[in-house]
């Protein structure tokens, strides 16, 4: 660990490289201990005009939010909802002002629509989970779900408390749920082998009294995949001793495999439910959702198990996009508290000479510069719609000496393709500019960044070829008619819920219905769009990226992506939103595909779109960059991760959720205890018995 100097006149000098959530999550938590300000003097160096990294959000016509892809929290996230409260509390808005309290940027979602391909169909699985009064902000209640014990405790629980509802018939499988839940707090040898006999005693009444009632008979096929799921991860829990080795201890072994040696049924295994975890961090090869799913068994143990024990409700979902609710808030409380933002700054390389146990020097490019050449003058990056403090979706060209050369030439500043030069180049000296740098970009990014480095250093050479990245492509589509018009069925939900789609058809399996933001965009008071969808899913990169100079590469897997959401559209519709299809609204005519005309247009045509040209309006986006890639957790990479204080430099620390988090999943979740672990490395605080999920000794 690089430690705090206790006898430094002046405060240490960190250079935090990268603007995403794990920056920001280090400079938060070294701005929140006293006197921060004698202790450390931070500066932020970011590539073009805004803040977020893969959750970075952007504003385009009508001021709609365009994002990366689909953003939320879970009641799960321990780390990050803890710390978005404590933002909010440190932000100090007005009562007058929107979005002045945790309580009203986030808002608790309980329910999720899941599909199954049944009898050459899809059908709906919706899933309401209970909710509980417990509180992310509460330090008491973070304690009640802070272990493995803990977490089985509550899968136990909910399975007691619906099954009920279901059938009389699940009433002996209630009390021997009880009979578990009396032992599993306990932590002896015997307790463990009495938890695995009756463990196995429940699978055995399933599989006895609930699988031969499975047939044509939803509710009860579901409900014994719900049981064999959540059955086979208690026993395999249990067995192998993951309370005392650990999750890291079945790394090696890919989640399939893990369930099936506990005992899973094929139907299970390959259920909505158990695909889940995989399908929303995007565990495909290379992207591939036409291969099979690879996640490392601890890895998607973690992450699953500890879904189910969730503070207040199993989904919390932002009020506004990513940027108003999670990102404005961050900056704004970090500029008040004195750390600096250098924009336009993109790291070209991190110098070390072989064998040194130091970074030299740090590259950057400037890519543009200031007007106000004044002492201390920095970009102004915010601006604000509905009283929203909001990113815009390219810089304030008149803060910029290049500006009108950027805007006439369109020129995309946060893209590596990019056929903008560097108006500047700098070097930031170690022990001159910086005593500590933290590199908390993607780690997709690294070999292009890093070459010295990974040229004379083995584990991270491991770390990059065996922590795998895939590409995520993503569309947000406004429609003109309301969701229920469009034929989302809302008999299964209650009418106020966000329906949060998963397990859907590939590639954009993800989908959610989030109309609720259309009130922070300037739509006109009539004539505007009522509802709003997002999709999103992974992209296969079969083919490796080409060469930086080749600028025509973005414009490429854009159109390709562009053409994909057509293809979606056109095959998948038809089950998702049944009113919205050509043979419902002018028969006769595809009984699944998108009728386009039902997407709302900002802007008239001459001649007027008809057809898929309607979706021109729309948007996509491809996440191709480096630093966009979503960081998958294979069998065998979690060895690989290092950890926030062993770069194998004295003063680079590592942020982000590529380093070993112990929950080791790329979320913003993994992101934040990525940020916290930085924190830990350069300052001893946050303890690590305070970052939940961090194995502790």
């Known amino acids: 660990m690089t430690g705090v100097d ?102 608790q979602e309980s329910f999720m629509l899941m599909w199954e391909f049944r009898d050459n169909t899809w059908k709906q699985w919706p899933f309401t989970a209970p909710t509980n009064s417990m509180s992310p902000a509460l330090a008491a209640d973070l304690a009640k779900v802070s272990t493995v014990n803990q977490w089985m405790h ?32 306990g932590d002896s040898e015997a307790e463990s082998a009495n938890i695995a006999h009756l463990l196995d005693d429940i699978r055995s009444w399933v599989r006895k009294h609930i699988e031969p009632l499975i047939e044509n008979n939803d509710a009860m096929r579901r409900a014994f995949i719900m049981c064999d799921y959540l059955l086979s991860l208690l026993i395999g829990t249990v067995e192998d001793d993951i309370r005392t080795k650990g999750f890291d201890s079945i790394d090696n072994e890919n989640f399939s495999d893990w369930l099936t040696r506990h005992g899973a049924a094929i139907i299970t295994v390959s259920s909505p439910l158990a695909l889940n975890t995989v399908n929303l961090s995007y565990q495909y090869p290379k992207g591939d959702t036409t291969r099979t799913a690879l996640m490392a068994a601890g890895c998607y143990l973690h992450w699953s198990l500890r879904s189910f024990a969730y503070l207040g ?32 700054h993109k790291v070209r390389n991190l110098k070390a000479a072989p064998g040194s146990d130091r970074i030299d020097a740090i590259e950057l490019d400037v890519q543009a510069t200031l007007f106000d050449k004044t002492t201390g003058a920095e970009y102004q990056p915010l601006t604000n719609i509905k009283g929203l403090p909001a990113w815009p979706g390219h810089p304030f060209y008149e803060q910029l000496e290049q500006g009108a050369d950027l805007q006439a030439q369109d020129i995309d500043l946060e893209s590596y393709w990019s056929p903008w030069k560097p108006v500047a180049q700098k070097s930031l000296v170690a022990g001159q500019d910086f ?37 995520t492509q993503t569309m947000q589509l406004w429609f003109e008619p309301t969701s229920e018009e469009l034929g989302c069925d809302i008999a299964f939900k209650n009418p106020t819920d966000t329906v949060i789609g998963a397990t859907y058809i590939n590639p954009l399996d993800g989908s959610v219905d989030f109309t609720h933001l259309l009130k922070w965009e300037n739509w006109p008071a009539t004539g505007g769009p009522k509802s709003l969808w997002y999709f999103s899913g992974a992209m296969d990169d079969n083919d490796p990226p080409p060469p930086l100079d080749d600028h025509d590469y973005p414009a490429r897997q854009y159109a390709r992506v562009k053409a994909q959401c057509i293809q979606y559209l056109q095959a998948s519709m038809g089950p998702l939103l049944p009113k919205a299809t050509t043979n419902y609204l002018n028969p006769p005519g595809d009984p699944i595909g998108l009728d386009f005309s039902v997407l709302h247009q900002y802007a008239p045509t001459d001649p007027p779109a008809y057809g898929t040209k309607r979706f021109d309006q729309q948007f996509w986006r491809a ?36 380093i070993y988090t112990g929950l080791n999943v790329g979320s913003v979740e993994g992101t934040v205890m990525g940020g916290k672990l930085a924190a830990h490395a350069i300052s001893n605080y946050p303890a690590l018995k305070d970052i939940i999920g961090y194995p502790q000794p």
């Open 313 to 344: 409700a199993f989904a919390w979902l932002f009020e506004a996009g990513t940027g108003e609710t999670i990102i404005a808030p961050i900056y704004e409380v970090l500029k008040k508290r004195g750390v600096k933002f250098e924009f336009f």
């Open 623 to 658: 996440n191709i960059d480096p630093t966009e890639r979503y960081v998958t957790s294979p069998p065998g990479s979690t060895a690989a991760r290092l950890k926030a204080w062993d770069s194998g430099f004295s003063n680079l620390v590592l942020a982000g959720d590529w």
């Open 154 to 185: 509550a899968i136990v629980d909910q399975m007691a408390n619906q099954f009920m509802a279901i059938s009389p018939i699940f009433f002996p499988l209630k009390l021997l749920f009880e009979s578990v839940m009396d032992k599993l707090l």
């Open 435 to 471: 005593d500590t740098a933290v590199f908390a970009i993607s780690i997709g990014a690294i070999p292009y960044l890093c070459k010295e480095i990974l040229a004379s250093n083995e584990p991270w050479r491991q770390m990059v070829d065996k922590i795998t990245t895939v590409q």
């Open 6 to 107: 206790a006898n430094a006149s002046k405060p240490q000098r960190i250079a935090i490289l990268g603007g995403g959530i794990a920056a920001l999550t280090t400079a938060f938590e070294l701005t929140s201990q006293p006197d921060h300000q004698q202790k450390f003097d931070i500066t932020f160096y970011q590539m073009g005009w805004r803040l977020g990294g893969k959750c970075a959000t952007a504003r385009g016509p009508n001021d709609r939010i365009e994002e990366h892809g689909i953003h939320g929290f879970l009641g799960c996230y321990y780390n990050a909802l803890p710390m978005m409260a404590d933002v909010y509390q440190a932000l100090g808005r007005k009562p007058d002002q929107p979005l002045a309290t945790f309580e009203q940027a986030f808002h």
